[in-house]
């Protein structure tokens, strides 16, 4: 599987330079994402702006990068998805539980907004 990775201050990118999303590439995906993150990230933004088709397997991949980014309060952002993975994740109702953004500067800020949010829930338990 061919991708980059963009390391920032506070969250990784990760593309994938792969038109498809398979059974083929899904369990290599699974394994960089579980790298990063048990590299000490917290935040991934996964920008599929390259990729086609996303099948079973594709859309496990990404449930498994919400789940693990989102253990420890971190977040998983998908960026840049193509109209029919878009139309896979409707079907499957998987638009409701990820977190879908069209770009990468609105992955950025989300990301910017939730460190924001988590930071004042602290507070507040802190001050509790």
């Known amino acids: 599987m061919k991708y980059s990775i963009d390391k920032k201050e506070q969250y990784v990118i990760f593309t994938p330079q792969e038109e498809k999303l398979d059974s083929l590439l899904a369990p290599v995906l699974k394994s960089?994402?579980?790298t990063i993150h048990a590299e000490g990230f917290e935040n991934l933004v996964l920008d599929l702006s390259e990729v086609k088709y996303v099948d079973s397997s594709g859309l496990s991949a990404?449930?498994?990068?919400d789940r693990e980014f989102g253990k420890?309060?971190?977040v998983f952002i998908i960026?840049?998805?193509?109209?029919h993975v878009m139309k896979l994740l409707k079907i499957s109702m998987l638009d409701k539980?990820?977190?879908?953004?069209s770009s990468l500067e609105e992955a950025s800020e989300a990301i910017f907004m939730?460190?924001?949010e988590s930071g004042e829930e602290e507070e507040e338990e802190e001050e509790g």
């Open 114 to 116: 939730h460190a924001i």
């Open 72 to 74: 420890n309060g971190g």
């Open 62 to 65: 990404l449930l498994v990068g």
């Open 32 to 34: 960089e994402l579980l």
């Open 79 to 83: 960026s840049g998805v193509q109209d």
């Open 97 to 101: 539980k990820l977190n879908l953004v």
